[in-house]
Structure formats: C-alpha cells, structure tokens
C-alpha cells in the first residue's frame, strides 16, 4: 500500500512538471518543422511554431537548429566533388630533353611554326628557341651563319612575339645587318646595336672571316653541281679555322669519295668496276683489282703493266700456272688485241681498245673490269663518258646522262651513293 502511494506520488510530479512551463525543470521540447501555424493539439499549448533551421522556437524560446545526425550524414545527399584541377603542360619540356644541336634546333623549329603567332605557347617556345641559340653559339662555340634557316624562324617568331631586339640580335650574328638595324631602331635600341657590332668585329678575324665565306662558296658551288670547286673552298675552310662544324662536313664529303681510285656502278646483277691504276693485281685475294672466287687461283696470281705503250701479263710464281691464248707463259708476254687469259683453268676474257682494257671472268660473266689507259672512257658497257683523273672519276656531261635524275651541265665528280641513269639502266655508284 505504501509503495503504490509513493509510486502515485512520482507520476503525479511527473505530470504537473509537464504541464507547468514555469517550473524550468523539462528541458525544452523542439516542435516539428514546417511554416508558422497555430497548433490546437493539446501538447502545443497554442504555442505558435516557426520553421527551422536556422532557428526553431521551443515554446517560445529561439534556440539553434539541431546538425543532423550520423545517418543522416551517412546516406544523406553528399556535396558535389570539387572542380578538376587542370595541369600546366610546359611546351618546350619535351624539346629539351632531346640532345643538343641539330636536333633539338629542328624540334624547335617545328614547334615555333605549328603554333600561332600571338598564344602564350608560341612567345614562350620563341624565347626557349632565341635562349637555346644564343647558348649553342656562345657555349659551343658554333657560328649560327650555319644554321641560317633555323635562326630566321626564330626571329620571325621573335618578331611576332613583340621581341624586336632579341631578334635583331640573331640577325647581327648571322650577317644581316641590315635587318638587323631596322629591328633596333623600330625597339627603340641603337645602344644593343653598335655594342653587336663592336662584338662582332672584336671576335671576328680577317682569317676567321674569310673561312666563312669559303664555306658559304662550298655551299653553294655543291647544290650547283660544281663539286671538285666545292670540296676545294671546303678544305680552304679548313685549314683558315679549325671549326669542328667544317671538319664534320669535311669528314662527311670526303666519305663518299670512292677509295680505289676508281668506281664501282651496280645495276641488278650487272657490275661494272672502273679503275685506271696499274699494275692491276688478279687473283684470290681481296687486295686484287679483279677477284676470281677460286680455290685454283692464288691469292695474287698475275699482273698486267704497261711498259711502252703496250699490255704486258706477267705470272707472280702461282701455283697453278698462267696461259695466255692457250700458251704457257714463263715471263712477262705482251697481250694482244682479244683473248683468252687461263690462270690454272679459270679463264678470264680480255679485250683491248685505246681507251681501256676489259676483263670478263667467265665464272662471272656480268662482272667486268673497265681498266682507263687514258684519261677518258667511253664504253658501251655504260652507255656514257667519264674522265679519270688525280684518283678521281667524273661523268661528262654530254646530254647522254643523267645524275640524280638531273640533267648535267658541268662535269661531275661521282660520289658513292649516286645514281647515273644511262643506256636505258640505272647505277648505284659505290666504291
């Protein structure tokens, strides 16, 4: 009985602390969003209900909004991702990773052309270009008069850009003054002018001076065919500066120059090797002028010389003996007009003219070796004219040839690599 009353008790505090709002003892109760009505339900108390957040009434205090809860935040409408960042791509940064010198100057070139004049890329590759001069030239050492083409891109490009100056600059070290002064004037730079000029003339020798013009005349002696001029002017420069840039070229040129004193013209299977020295070595061994793959010739097994105007054969102690039409020679026999010449049973024919001595190894018979007694050959064998001389062998240009599918004008020195269309068949000159 007693524990009921007290439990009476305790539900009767309860409720009377409920309802009066004045006791303080509740803490506030947040009412239910949604716009300003007046609620006639017994729990509201006519309590006016505002929405929220930001605020919400309780009974007519402004409290803050409550955050909302972990599920909420959980599956709730998640912000959007933020805005993807875009990466700067540095347009010359795969320029310079090529190596330094032609290559990295071509890339550049390339590069400055494709872009258009007046984007933040092509001031930027410009100034990359103009810096990568400027260092191969001073650096290195390098004359940027070889490189004209590259350095006109590059102050064209300057210009473009507004870099009236910088271009200027790299017309002075290539020769055009002229040019170059009206880019100083219009930048407002006569100073940067005359202090090139000076440069110019302190660095630049009279020696150094005139190597450079030679080898501008090689240059352009080479593109108009006059190739034995050109090599001349080049080995001029040369020997006025130690340049490593015409020592290259030098290098470069006297490559293709054949080593034998003579050529050697292919056209399929068809090989015509031209030589104009003597004595002239045959036999098995690679130093020979006429190689006979033959386990039965000696490695040097005859030799023909000229002595009086005439041919002579003449055995070099082979093992398998020499026969001259079909007679044992013991000494040196002079050769006559055509024949046969028998080394151990390998024959090899022969035919003399003024002009030159042929040999035909029958075992390979469109193999021959043109031999120039003279200083001229004209055989039907090529179906043109060439001059031998000084260790060096020139087609003549007589309308009947054609070097590199051009028309000669001048006579032309051959170089290895060359292509002599002639008699309805093309040559590969090699050496």
């Known amino acids: 009985m007693v524990r009921e009353r007290h439990v009476g008790r305790r539900l009767w505090r309860r409720r009377k602390r409920r309802s009066d709002p004045a006791a303080g003892t509740e803490p506030p109760r947040l009412l239910p969003p949604g716009p300003d009505h007046h609620d006639d339900s017994d729990d509201s108390d006519g309590v006016i209900v505002a929405p929220y957040p930001p605020m919400a009434r309780v009974q007519g205090t402004a409290v803050a909004a409550q955050k909302p809860g972990f599920f909420a935040r959980l599956f709730g409408k998640k912000p959007p991702p933020p805005p993807p960042s875009y990466l700067v791509v540095d347009p010359v940064a795969d320029i310079l990773a090529l190596p330094r010198g032609a290559a990295r100057l071509d890339a550049f070139e390339q590069r400055v052309t494709a872009l258009k004049a007046g984007d933040a890329d092509h001031r930027l590759v410009a100034l990359a270009f103009h810096t990568e001069l400027i260092a191969l030239a001073t650096d290195a050492g390098v004359d940027l008069s070889l490189f004209e083409t590259r350095v006109t891109a590059c102050a064209t490009a300057l210009i473009a850009a507004g870099e009236d100056e910088k271009a200027g600059a790299l017309y002075v070290r290539i020769g055009r003054r002229h040019q170059a002064a009206e880019l100083f004037v219009k930048a407002g730079a006569l100073d940067a002018l005359e202090e090139a000029h000076a440069e110019l003339a302190f660095t630049e020798n009279a020696q150094r001076f005139d190597a450079k013009r030679a080898f501008e005349r090689f240059e352009a002696l080479f593109l108009v065919g006059r190739r034995d001029e050109a090599l001349q002017s080049l080995e001029q420069a040369v020997r006025l500066w130690d340049n490593p840039v015409y020592n290259e070229v030098l290098a470069g040129f006297r490559a293709r120059l054949p080593k034998t004193g003579g050529v050697v013209l292919s056209a399929g299977d068809d090989v015509v090797r031209v030589v104009s020295r003597f004595p002239l070595v045959l036999g098995r061994g690679e130093e020979s002028a006429v190689r006979i793959d033959s386990p039965l010739v000696s490695r040097a097994h005859v030799d023909i010389q000229r002595r009086a105007g005439e041919l002579v054969l003449h055995d070099l102690v082979s ?80 309308g009947r040839a054609r070097l590199n599918n051009e028309v000669l004008r001048v006579d032309q020195l051959l170089l290895i690599g060359d292509r002599l269309a002639a008699a309805g068949r093309t040559w590969i000159v090699s050496g």
Do not use: F, K, M, W
């Not at 042929?358 to 004219?385: E, H, K, S, W, Y």
């Open 319 to 398: 093992s398998g003996g020499t026969r001259l039409d079909d007679v044992v020679i013991n000494g040196p026999t002079a050769l006559g007009t055509a024949g046969v010449i028998d080394l151990a049973g390998v024959q090899v024919d022969y035919d003399v003219s003024e002009q030159r001595l042929l040999l035909r190894p029958r075992l390979r018979a469109r193999q021959l070796t043109l031999v120039v007694r003279g200083q001229g050959l004209d055989d039907a064998a090529l179906g043109c004219a060439l001059v031998v001389g000084e260790g060096r062998v020139r087609l003549v240009a007589d």
